[in-house]
């Protein structure tokens, strides 16, 4: 199981993938693992975890078991039981990238930044195609303010998975934070083809066209923004 997001793009899924589970010593654990796997399929968290629990008393250090309850507790934010139950699930299985990843969501967004970016230059270098490794190590260096850091990061995330799109727009933020508003406008736009128009996504694109004092363009685009949010003040003032 894991979870591929971050505070302010966060990505609330979880799915299972391959490389993430591993093979249960008993088959009443595998059962009880996939009726879990698939209670938390269809919502019903308390079933799922209420399997999990079966597995923990059969095996308490059961990984599948482990990190299930560790990803439910990150969507539920509860982020000390969650670092609990990942830490316990890293602790039987070192070398899983996304368990990584998740862990260190669940450091992040515990509002513990260091063991969060430890956590995901670990899956990096167990993965460096783990695109989620990339992208969320790389919101935590734009947060702190670390912009040529992040770009660096940003630019793995893109080469991992080209079309996502928080990750070319946190690209696009960044590119604009530190004054390239022209390589910040080709990024905005590759979003708006890839994902979906919005006001903020224009707004932001409007900023950087007149921070380039191309202000036809910029009128244009805070009048697109206008049309998708006409409640927006701060966009009309840009206009007055």
């Given at each position: 199981?894991?979870?591929?997001?971050?505070?302010?793009?966060?990505?609330?899924?979880?799915?299972?993938?391959?490389?993430?589970?591993?093979?249960?010593?008993?088959?009443?654990?595998?059962?009880?693992?996939?009726?879990?796997?698939?209670?938390?399929?269809?919502?019903?968290?308390?079933?799922?975890?209420?399997?999990?629990?079966?597995?923990?008393?059969?095996?308490?250090?059961?990984?599948?078991?482990?990190?299930?309850?560790?990803?439910?507790?990150?969507?539920?934010?509860?982020?000390?039981?969650?670092?609990?139950?990942?830490?316990?699930?890293?602790?039987?299985?070192?070398?899983?990238?996304?368990?990584?990843?998740?862990?260190?969501?669940?450091?992040?967004?515990?509002?513990?930044?260091?063991?969060?970016?430890?956590?995901?230059?670990?899956?990096?270098?167990?993965?460096?195609?783990?695109?989620?490794?990339?992208?969320?190590?790389?919101?935590?260096?734009?947060?702190?303010?670390?912009?040529?850091?992040?770009?660096?990061?940003?630019?793995?995330?893109?080469?991992?998975?080209?079309?996502?799109v928080p990750t070319l727009e946190l690209l696009a933020n960044v590119l604009k934070r530190l004054g390239y508003f022209t390589e910040a406008?080709?990024?905005?736009?590759?979003?708006?083809?890839?994902?979906?128009?919005?006001?903020?996504?224009?707004?932001?694109?409007?900023?950087?066209?007149?921070?380039?004092?191309?202000?036809?363009?910029?009128?244009?685009?805070?009048?697109?923004?206008?049309?998708?949010?006409?409640?927006?003040?701060?966009?009309?003032?840009?206009?007055?």
């Amino acid at each position: 199981m894991i979870l591929v997001g971050c505070v302010g793009n966060t990505f609330s899924k979880s799915t299972f993938i391959p490389d993430s589970m591993k093979p249960d010593k008993s088959s009443k654990c595998a059962a009880l693992i996939q009726e879990a796997h698939q209670f938390h399929q269809q919502g019903e968290m308390a079933k799922a975890e209420a399997a999990c629990r079966k597995v923990q008393k059969l095996e308490p250090l059961n990984f599948n078991a482990l990190q299930m309850l560790g990803a439910m507790a990150l969507e539920s934010k509860n982020y000390k039981q969650a670092i609990k139950f990942l830490t316990a699930a890293f602790n039987v299985h070192r070398n899983i990238p996304g368990l990584n990843v998740n862990l260190g969501l669940a450091y992040k967004d515990n509002k513990q930044p260091t063991q969060a970016k430890a956590c995901f230059e670990r899956a990096i270098k167990l993965d460096p195609n783990f695109g989620p490794a990339f992208y969320n190590l790389a919101f935590i260096l734009a947060e702190e303010d670390d912009l040529h850091a992040s770009f660096t990061m940003l630019g793995e995330a893109e080469r991992c998975r080209p079309d996502h799109v928080p990750t070319l727009e946190l690209l696009a933020n960044v590119l604009k934070r530190l004054g390239y508003f022209t390589e910040a406008i080709a990024h905005y736009r590759r979003v708006l083809e890839v994902g979906s128009p919005n006001a903020e996504l224009y707004f932001a694109i409007g900023h950087c066209y007149q921070a380039n004092e191309a202000n036809q363009e910029a009128v244009e685009t805070y009048e697109k923004a206008i049309e998708l949010d006409p409640a927006r003040i701060d966009i009309r003032a840009k206009l007055a």
